[in-house]
């Protein structure tokens, strides 16, 4: 095969068969084929598009350049779920017991955060003892001993993706759709899932901030899945103000707990049942969302899901002391108030700067070295659509090192968008795309 030759039929809008892609991600793994060359080629996918068969095959080419997790040990349909990423996200801590909860095994994979939107992994390590660190033997026993598990990602999954993410990022070609769905499904199915539940965010805090390029996104993923064999639902959802009231570490670990008892934020509680009911149908043991939301409400009022919780804390080493008692959490040295300037209603409350702002105050890392601290982070008070008075607090800030401190309230005030008019507050789920 000759690599210019896919270049052109790709620039020319052809279709690139499944040997041909294969061919040049090979390559490009392999180092045969130049970063100039497959730069040229993102590009002219970018201008082009590809099909869905095509990003399928990309899809498929990219994980066979790496290991695969190989969950087989397990028991039944392995479902896993997935967020393109949002500001105080703390869904997979509540789901990931909750689905247990009600019979489904759940083996995660995670990561650490970068930027303003938090890993996964960070949070839990809020919890003192816990960890990801295991061998999949380990992680399989422990998924089939407490039907929840999660593990730091070790194993060298999608190196092709690392590499093309990095040459995207600077060949201005990550904004494609077909390249982020392949992107983003790799690493989902060498990690092991059998079917995947998709929480693609929109909006201020999102990667991807417009309603319709997320709708795009969820159907291209979806897409991929029916022609890989790896079922896929998406729910695209409000992400232009923070998930819930908490961003952090150790305070996000404390809204998951408070909604694991019941009293947790609403839309946190809402998001967490659409998809874990979703989660639950893809596994194949329940047949309809209702029945399984149903199921997902039992665990929570009768207390199984929270005790899920504690027992797969206490399995990856973690004081599960701290669930009961999560003062005992890491705590920060100072709560500082942000007041509101004015009465009125609040009309927007921009995620990503609040996200940033939780940053700034050590809760996130800007760089892959930075050491976070778990105590510290924003507890909002309001929502869009709530009332506030004027010096009533709008947030508290979770401090350890001051020298932020006054930035952060001030670009916290700006975030918070406070006017005399009625507004709606955005639909929390926007679409389903199955
Ligand atoms: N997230 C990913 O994992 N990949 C992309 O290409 C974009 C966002
Ligand atoms: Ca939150």
Redesign the pocket.
Known sequence: MNTVELIRKKRDGQSLTTEEIQYLIDGYSKGSIPDYQISAWAMAVFYQGMTEKETADLTMSIVKSGEQVDLSGIAGVKVDKHS?GGVGDTTTLVLGPLVAAAGVPVAKLSGRGLGHTGGTVDKLESISGFSTEMETKEFVDLVNRNNIAVMGQTADLTPADKRL?SL?DVTAT?ESIP??AS??MS?KIAAGADAIVLDVKTGDGA?MKEEADAIRLAEAMVAIGKHVGRTTVAVVSDMSQPLGFAVGNAIEVKEAIDTLKGHGPADLRELSLILGSQMLVLSGKYQTAEEARHTLETCINDGSALAKFKEFIAGQHGNPEQIDHPEKLPQPQEKISVPAESDGIVQAIQAETVGLCAMKLGAGRATKEDQIDHAVGIVLHKKVGDKVKKGEAIATLYVNKKDAVEEVKKRMISAIDIQDRPVTPPALVRCIVS
């Open positions: 393109t993410y995207r990550v390249l982020i992107s983003i690493k990667f």
